[in-house]
T-cell receptor
Framework: QKEVEQDPGPLSVPEGAIVSLNCTYSNSAFQYFMWYRQYSRKGPELLMYTYSSGNKEDGRFTAQVDKSSKYISLFIRDSQPSDSATYLCAMRAMDTGRRALTFGSGTRLQVQP | NAGVTQTPKFRVLKTGQSMTLLCAQDMNHEYMYWYRQDPGMGLRLIHYSVGEGTTAKGEVPDGYNVSRLKKQNFLLGLESAAPSQTSVYFC??????????FGEGSRLTVL
């Protein structure tokens, strides 16, 4: 079983829809949670970063972490065609930071105009 | 500011050939990483380095070697390429607990 599970999609929604992307994980030591966005044929870029449980909002994006359920979510409000990309969740334990992140397999999102 | 630069961007190899992928970063980052990305598998860590002259194995190191002779460069070598190494390779770097910055990827096909 993978440490981080993510539905690969593809997820297709109309423009303006609310999108929910999710990951589950098994390692209770994970404390830092991130969402990366990856456009086709590009490298991933950091979108959201949260520590421990709770919510974080940045414009149209909200990241949620529920450590008791080992479940994280990314919500996109008023989705735009420019949001079409693959979204990767990533996480790591609390340490010096030298170890790399553990990534989910990514969810491909298509926002139809 | 170039960030993380990978060369080459594309390469086709025959089974048994060798090659080296170069990663260069201009952000003075201590930590550098090589990942491979395959459909349905996400990003898997091959090797990483926490400073000049140091390297360590990641999740899928077999068939690869790395070197970090200069702080700004991290090289990934394939000694004898196999079709299973067909993938997109990403280099990334960061400092401390900061954000991980990725290059644009190197697409390798092994025939």
């Amino acid at each position: 079983q993978k440490e981080v599970e993510q539905d690969p999609g593809p997820l297709s929604v109309p423009e303006g829809a609310i999108v929910s992307l999710n990951c589950t994980y098994s390692n209770s030591a994970f404390q830092y949670f991130m969402w990366y966005r990856q456009y086709s044929r590009k490298g991933p870029e950091l979108l959201m970063y949260t520590y421990s449980s709770g919510n974080k909002e940045d414009g149209r994006f909200t990241a949620q972490v529920d450590k008791s359920s080992k479940y994280i979510s990314l919500f996109i409000r008023d989705s735009q065609p420019s949001d079409s990309a693959t979204y990767l969740c990533a996480m790591r334990a609390m340490d010096t930071g030298r170890r790399a992140l553990t990534f989910g397999s990514g969810t491909r999102l298509q926002v139809q105009p | 500011n170039a960030g993380v630069t990978q060369t080459p961007k594309f390469r086709v190899l025959k089974t048994g050939q060798s090659m080296t992928l170069l990663c260069a970063q201009d952000m003075n980052h201590e930590y550098m990483y090589w990942y491979r990305q395959d459909p349905g598998m996400g990003l898997r860590l091959i090797h990483y380095s926490v400073g000049e002259g140091t390297t360590a194995k990641g999740e899928v190191p077999d068939g690869y070697n790395v070197s970090r002779l200069k702080k700004q460069n991290f090289l990934l070598g394939l000694e004898s390429a196999a079709p299973s190494q067909t993938s997109v390779y990403f280099c990334a770097s960061k400092v401390g607990t900061g954000e991980l910055f990725f290059g644009e990827g190197s697409r390798l096909t092994v025939l």
